[in-house]
């Protein structure tokens, strides 16, 4: 049986989300322990850290 859902398309389009998402928090103004530990759990938990990222990570040092 082939269930092709698109969990390649799905997968990579998580794992840019991730990238970003790292790009920006190594960007941000937080600490260096702040910005380790939102790196854990984005690439830990790939889509749910991302999310949790998205609404409550750091924001970007630059407006």
Do not use: E, R, Y
Request: proline content about 3%.
């Amino acid at each position: 049986m082939n269930f092709n859902t698109g969990g390649g398309l799905v997968g990579l389009l998580i794992l840019i989300g991730d990238i970003w998402a790292i790009i920006n928090i190594l960007q941000s103004g937080a600490s260096t322990g702040a910005k380790l530990l939102w790196i854990l759990l984005v690439v830990l938990l790939p889509l749910l850290g991302l999310i949790i990222w998205f609404v409550a990570g750091p924001k970007s040092s630059t407006s």
